[in-house]
């Protein structure tokens, strides 16, 4: 049975920034029509793009937001997939849109509310998403191979990047 369902994962929403690749037009392309996002992971988008990049401070190590400071090419990433999820789920709500009937794209993209923390309280985004993907019995989309374990063991679909041009999909 075709899922119609995806979760999409911080480190994919940095794709269209490194890549150049408007990951929600290929997700349509694979024929997902509905892609969840956590709010755990627009936190973490969030965080990504306040995080300080090199140069911008005296101070080593650690940037605004917490974490190793960002080179400006992720931080133009993490900008650029912030800017590129606004864009979808902006068009995906108008009011105007849904009674014109023009959609963009011919898929939505909602924000999930949710969040998973661990045994000493830090955020568990990866369980929330497997958690998630389960219980909708959707796929993820992710380039965290460790993540792409976790979600092959549990017979999770996972979409990734394949190539450096195109979202591909493995099968569990």
């Known amino acids: ?3 119609e369902e995806i979760i999409v994962d911080t480190n994919a929403l940095l794709i269209p920034g490194k ?3 408007d990951i929600f037009e290929e997700l349509e392309r694979l024929g997902y029509r509905h892609v969840i996002v956590p709010k755990m992971v627009v936190n973490e988008l969030k965080k990504l793009r306040e995080r300080e990049g090199e140069g911008e401070s005296e101070d080593e190590g650690e940037g605004k937001g917490g974490g ?3 080179t400006g090419k ?3 990433a993490a900008n650029v ?5 606004q864009k979808y789920v902006d068009i995906t709500i108008s009011e105007q849109e849904h ?4 959609n963009r794209l011919r898929c939505t993209v909602t924000i999930e509310e949710g969040e998973k923390k661990g045994e000493k309280g830090e955020w568990m985004t990866d369980e929330l998403i497997i958690a998630l993907a389960a219980e909708r019995k959707a796929a993820v989309l992710t380039n965290d191979r460790e993540l792409r374990t976790k979600l092959s063991e549990s017979g999770i679909v996972t979409v990734y990047l394949r190539g450096r041009n195109r979202l591909d999909e493995t099968f569990s």
């Open 99 to 102: 009674r014109s009937g023009y």
């Open 1 to 3: 049975m075709r899922r």
């Open 81 to 85: 997939g912030y800017s590129l999820l």
């Open 74 to 76: 992720e931080k133009m």
């Open 68 to 70: 190793p400071k960002l």
């Open 19 to 21: 890549f150049g690749i």
